[in-house]
């Protein structure tokens, strides 16, 4: 459930609560202009990963060639958290070859983006 879900349902007992004791008001008490309930709630945190994400992905053979590799990971975060992201090698690496002294490159540096989608937009 998220946590807007959460919320309406949270309303939704509180509306039916609210209306419960106004309507249950005994006239002995009297007529009151207002009245004033106080009302504490807790929503447990919490921040994973949900569905299924892959867990990684592999680059083309051909590292002197652009390419571009993208997934989604879904998130469901009602608490702040960070984001990081670590790379085994420190960059593309071709670990089928040898470096064979032949000039070619083996390892290639790569440039990273990331957007996370919450409900205040795209950051």
Do not use: H, W
Request: with cysteine; net charge neutral.
């Amino acid at each position: 459930m998220t946590c807007a879900r959460a919320l309406n349902a949270i309303k939704a007992v509180l509306r039916l609560t609210f209306a419960s004791l106004i309507l249950s008001a005994s006239p002995a008490f009297g007529q009151a202009d207002a009245i004033t309930i106080d009302v504490n709630a807790d929503i447990a945190p919490r921040c994973g990963f949900i569905g299924a994400s892959p867990l990684s992905a592999t680059a083309p053979r051909d590292l002197e060639s652009a390419a571009q590799l993208s997934f989604r990971l879904k998130l469901d975060c009602n608490t702040p958290f960070s984001f990081g992201v670590t790379a085994a090698n420190g960059a593309l690496l071709n670990q089928d070859a040898l470096n064979d002294g032949s000039g070619f490159a083996f390892a290639k540096t790569y440039y990273l983006s990331v957007g996370i989608d919450t409900d205040r937009g795209v950051i």
